[in-house]
């Protein structure tokens, strides 16, 4: 993360002081939280700033440690202030979404200052995250894709982010996108009022929307459209759209002038980028995007376009079967608005004497339809937004499927795609808060699966089932996630149950039993924290993985979920306040991921070597060990520089963790001095070799 404290800091300060005063009583204000406690966390460092408050990396101390992060927001003091504070923790609260930061808790410190609790992120700034991606434009697309789905999300329940900003968007070593700082966020029932309420202060500028800097009459959610906008600009041309010496005249020219057109500054930018550029900078709100799902829809395609053009197939196709039993969806769709009642007779009621079509003719018309189902346009209907357009492009499409399943009712392949059809149609009615159609589509889907599988049992129709269910927990916010989860055991288990010697059945469900553990040891999502679920889950996986790993044909990526499952035991130990069995753990985890990556020697083996020589170093501190802890950091530390040539976010990323972890250390070592004979060290060497 950038840190620009210091300039942050001043506007948390009187703007009437000199600047060296000013800066200097930003120093003295942010060295006086170091080493305090703030309810059962200690402050350790500063990250960096948001529009209102300022962030510190923190650690808790008790019942169990970890590390959090804590904003402090010292200008909000006092009751006339409340108001934002209070904004912001229910804008928080009220969206869990995978690429919106959680709240963990809130309140006031001892002397009035307010302050949120959120998990430490191991990001950095989106643009520079592109830095090292340099016109990598599919991959610029799809990070402002997951910015605008977070985006769309938020308005959706009613909330308008108003700052968004570089600054403010994340991404992880693993190319995820996360939204921060609602300090400045508005409930869309409220925008109306924004004019009345002068202390409120606006966005950045240089990426907040013209009329959000002026009579802010005309306010509404389009003001994250344009900044959405303004952060692709940034990251196409380099700069954002009105860029200027001052701070004025860049206000001036975000109200009054247009923008440079993108690929004026950069010719190698494609033509659609700069075009989604120009329509989400408009300066009337009504001529940009209608909505961030819109927009979001229009950057899938030009993610898919650019697949096509390389000669590849985009992702959202090859997951989902192409999509053929949306067709099916969005029929159905009509039906929950009263024209139909039941799911099976809207699908079966055709022609009265339909004329048999041979598998030939049914894999044909399946290949046009799919043709169809691929024009631009064509909307994801798993995510939230407006499911009129993704309607209109399928309307055609559905009237030729609905005479095909009456006319080819035996044909596999039409069977297979319909069953995967109303599995997509219950995600969508999730999405649109129907519950019983949810239900009743869901469990169509497995019966039909399920049919599929008792008719033709040697081509893994269930195993198909299970994959897609695992592939929409993977793109769910983190309860749904859970639910797909557990829905996804259960038809593993039955595999598993049918075919005990089969290995891939035996990894799938460890893997699921991993994926299980670590959603119960969410400690941040206190709906799913259950450490007793979690350990039970992990050391099932465990089990199941030894076993798998001791049969004739076993390959070196079984060994995956031992190192998992073992990991997450060693956590859960730490939790229990148990940290030599935690150190135990760990150290069998780390020599698990050495023993992977030796085997594979490739990226993802890397860093899980690093992770969990990372987490050990950890586990050493935590007992005291701090010789030891010390020098495993700077085996992780040459892990990370490895890593680097091939994967720098990720690397960079690690880097951060790794500086975090050696300062504490480091201050432990100084806190606590100790003789000569404390360390083991015939036991740090046999630890540390790597």
Known sequence: MKDNSLDGLESLLEQSLPDLVRRESAQRWTQQWIGRQVDSYLVEELIGTGTHGVVFRARRTSPYERSVAIKLLPNLRGQAKAKRFQNECQALADLEHPSISQILTAGLTDDGTPYLVMPLLYGVPIDDYMEAHDEDWSRVADLVRQLADAVAFAHENGVVHCDLKPDNILVDEEGRVTVTDFGLAVRIDEMDDLALRPSWAPGTIGYAAPEILTSREDASPSVDIYSLGAVLYRLVTGQPPHQSSGWLDSLVATVEAEPRNARALNPSAPEALSAICDRCLAKAPASRFSSAAELACELVEFVDRSANSRGQRPLVNTILGLFLGLVILMLLLLFWSGKSSGLPSGVSSTQASPVPLSDEEAERILKRIEEKLLRPGLKDPTKPGDFEATFAILKDASEELKNLLARAPNNKMVRHRTA?????????????????????????????????????????????????IFTQASRAAPRESRDLHLMALGVIEGLHESDPENLDYSDALACMLVLLADDYSREHHAGLFDLEKAESYARRANELAQWTCRQPGSLPMHRKHIMSSTSTMSEIARYHGELERSLELATVARAEAIRLDEAMQIADTKNHR????????????????????????????????????????????????????????????????????????????GQLND
Request: net charge negative; charged share 30%.
């Open 420 to 468: 995967t059809g109303y599995f997509l149609l219950g995600r969508a009615a999730h999405w649109m808060r129907e519950s019983e159609s949810a239900d009743q589509s869901l469990a169509l889907s497995e019966q039909m699966f399920r049919q599929l599988h008792r008719d033709y049992p040697d081509d893994g129709f269930m195993f198909d089932f299970f994959h897609t």
């Open 610 to 685: 690093f992770d969990k020589t990372y987490k050990l170093a950890i586990a050493l501190m935590n007992v005291e060990r701090l010789d030891e802890a010390a020098a495993l950091t700077e085996v992780a530390n040459e892990l990370a520089d490895q890593l680097r040539k091939v994967d720098w976010p990720t690397a960079h990323a690690q880097k951060q963790r790794l500086a975090n972890l050696s300062e504490s250390i480091r201050d432990l070592q100084e806190s606590e001095p100790r003789g000569s004979g404390t360390v083991d060290r015939e036991h740090s060497n």
